[in-house]
């Protein structure tokens, strides 16, 4: 579990590196570096990063509001200043295929109005699958769900610039391949809702004014 969730921090650092690139796949050279931290945290934190945290804080209740509890898995990551939506690969693909169902087409529709109503956030898109199969077929597979995904966010009116999407097949499992439950669990799209340039800007002249006042003060 903590690897897991060290995993999870290392991908939301890095899209706060990157900032908001092309719609293309943007997989990384490093994503197995491990550095034992939070290395987001040295890149904002503070009161910036506190700022920021509020605002991921209101789109999480927003996207609460919007998605059933059994659609998606809504949680805050990187100490406050990402989001990861996780949506289990049933609810959106037909079996083997990355042809999305009503239903995903459905939550992705809802996803992008969200988007689309903060334009302030980038978007990645990370498919997984469980480790039955061959290991170029489950990576191929999901590669093209994450960019089906991407796809569908985009044709709803996401600018491309924001959203990057990437297949890592088996690695990273979620939970225990040996069970059933747990390659279900491992047959999942994780989407990062992260901090784009203008809302990072925004958050460091907030945390600058309220520096220049307490200064003023004294």
Known sequence: MKRFQFLTWLTCASLLL??????K????????????????????????GAAIGRRMQAQKEALEAAFPA?????????????????????????????????????DLHRLAIHLNSNPDVCVKIVGYTDNTGRSAFNRILSTRRAKSVCDLLTAKGVDA????????GMRHPAA????????TVNRRIE??????E???????QEKKQFKDSGTQKK
């Open 161 to 168: 610039t924001r959203a990057t999407y990437e297949g890592k």
């Open 25 to 48: 796949s943007s997989a990384s050279d490093n994503e197995d570096q491990e550095t034992g931290r939070d290395v987001s945290a040295a890149i904002i934190g503070g009161k910036a």
């Open 176 to 183: 225990s391949n040996r069970t059933a439950k747990g390659r």
């Open 70 to 106: 059994d659609d998606a898995t809504i949680e805050t990551v990187n100490r406050g200043e990402a989001l990861k939506l996780t949506f289990g690969a049933a609810s959106l693909f037909e079996a083997n295929s990355n042809t999305l169902t009503q239903m995903g087409r459905l």
């Open 18 to 23: 990157s900032g908001c690139k092309t719609g």
């Open 198 to 204: 203008e809302m990072i800007r925004e958050a460091r």
């Open 191 to 196: 989407i990062f809702i992260t901090p784009g």
